[in-house]
């Protein structure tokens, strides 16, 4: 993966051409409306912040087009390896089509003094309650709930045994369009990821799993990655999605069905390329916000 020193990587954030959002779709418009309502009171609401900014040149990065497939990566097992292999290199940011209509999506930020412990707590904090979830992307999170709250809210159990095998049920937008999933947090090892190859690079906080629709509860249709790790000054994250029925999904039980499900609603080249872009959009924002809350909202309410 290209991969700065953390010296450079730093110095890069510092010295960034940050642009704000202007163009949100109505649905998002009215969504903020809806969320500042329910973050009225709450302990944390100093933390919802509708102004978004993205680095100038991320967002750019995504107005020229879909990306060249050769810097594309399947959902095969070689190739998530090959994405924590030092020698890989691809552009930061991007989206493409790939085979049978499958969305992807990649990204890769530094956020600026915060931690892979920070980046755990956050994926074991925010599920708690839906409006800590919108603090994260306040125009498009509408709910996040978990399974089983009280695991997740066990400190005395490891991040891990917190989340995963412990369902989230998302509601958000991705553009206009409103989408329920069902997310199955786990073990990156379970999806592919070399144990010993994922601990030499360095990565220690792992937020990835298997997701379907939600009213398809037996369906997985998607991957998607994060994984983060401790770098000079900050933290490196690294996002993956797949979307589809990419033969390379089919290890995991319920993938597949998907492509039944797929073509059902009509699934094709031109509606996966219109839900990459879309992604790649709603992944740049909320995790660029992310970056510039979760240190101060973890000093506040992060545990001791």
């Not at 933290?235 to 033969?247: A, F, K």
């Amino acid at each position: 993966m290209i991969k700065a020193s953390p010296t450079e990587a730093a110095d890069a954030v510092s010295a960034l051409d940050n642009s704000a959002v202007t163009y949100l779709p109505v649905a998002a418009q009215k969504q903020l409306i809806a969320n500042t309502q329910l973050l009225k009171g709450k302990s944390y609401e100093t933390f919802f912040n509708p102004h978004l900014v993205v680095p100038t040149n991320d967002a750019r990065a995504l107005q020229i087009g879909p990306l060249d497939k050769p810097d594309c990566l399947t959902p095969s097992v070689a190739d998530l390896n090959r994405l924590i292999d030092p020698a890989y290199k691809t552009p930061k940011q991007g989206y493409a089509v790939l085979d049978g209509s499958t969305v992807y999506v990649q990204n890769s930020l530094f956020f600026p003094r915060a931690t892979a412990e920070m980046f755990r707590w956050w994926f074991t904090w925010h599920p708690i309650e839906k409006e800590r979830y919108m603090l994260w992307f306040p125009h498009a999170h509408i709910e996040n709930t978990v399974k089983d709250p009280a695991r997740l809210a066990n400190k005395s159990l490891s991040y891990e045994d917190r989340l995963y095998d412990n369902p989230n049920y998302v509601k958000e937008l991705v553009g206009p369009q409103a989408m329920e999933l069902l997310i199955r947090f786990t073990d990156p090892a379970k999806l592919g990821f070399d144990a010993a190859a994922f601990k030499r690079a360095g990565f220690t906080a792992n937020a990835s799993g298997i997701v379907g629709p939600a009213q398809a509860p037996d369906v997985i249709n998607s991957m998607m990655i994060h994984i983060a790790r401790d770098v000079e000054g900050g933290m490196e994250l690294v996002s993956r999605y797949w979307i589809g029925s990419h033969p390379e999904m089919r290890r995991f039980a319920g993938a597949e069905k998907a492509a039944a499900m797929m073509a059902h609603v009509g699934w094709n080249d031109q509606l996966a390329e219109m839900t990459a872009y879309e992604l790649a959009v709603h992944d740049m924002i909320e995790f660029n916000h992310l970056a510039g809350i979760l240190p101060a909202l973890f000093a506040q309410f992060g545990e001791g």
